[in-house]
């Protein structure tokens, strides 16, 4: 009988090698045995051998609550929350450029031809979401208010020098 410490190095093998995949190889691998599959067995495997008194109770419901974080990690070691807030800043950042995208060819006060805000209206909008994504970002810790200003006063002071027409009122 495996002990619980090669069990869980056998489980985490698997799921080193699952996420290594290329994506056409993971849909076929995914149809053998899945990463959620993997988990079940384990944890099945972890109750056989809390049944065996192999370990302490405590020992094993550590090692099955680490093999439930691991498995909600992706393979970059983010979890669910930090990719759903990422997501949600690069969704909205690409909305942004969107909008900006369409103030370039048609200007400022347009809109769409079938009605709805005019562009400075919807790049406002977008700005303001940028903003939210952002606000969600500092306060869960994943970047730095503190830092973002410090970097924003720097790339004031440094990109002065490229722009030809700030500060000459247009």
Not at 21 to 28: F, N, S, Y
Not at 34 to 48: C, H, K, Q
Not at 85 to 109: C, F, P, S, T
Request: charged share 30%; aromatic share 6%.
């Amino acid at each position: 009988m495996k002990t619980v410490k090669q069990l869980w190095l056998c489980v985490m093998d698997q799921v080193r090698w699952y996420v290594r995949l290329p994506a056409t190889q993971k849909r076929t691998a995914e149809l053998y045995f899945s990463a959620a599959e993997r988990a079940r067995v384990a944890a099945a495997e972890i109750d056989t051998l809390r049944g065996d008194a192999a370990r302490t109770g405590n020992e094993l419901d550590g090692l099955r609550q680490k093999l439930a974080q691991d498995a909600q990690r992706s393979f970059s070691g983010l979890t669910p929350a930090e990719t759903e807030r990422l997501a949600l800043l690069a969704e909205e950042l690409g909305e942004a450029a969107q909008a900006v995208g369409k103030i370039l060819r048609h200007g400022y006060q347009n809109s769409s031809p079938f009605g709805g805000p005019s562009n400075q209206v919807q790049l406002e909008r977008e700005l303001g979401d940028v903003k939210v994504a952002i606000d969600l970002l500092t306060a869960a810790g994943d970047v730095r208010a503190g830092d973002i200003h410090a970097r924003r006063r720097q790339k004031r002071r440094s990109v002065a020098r490229w722009l030809r027409h700030q500060g000459q009122g247009q």
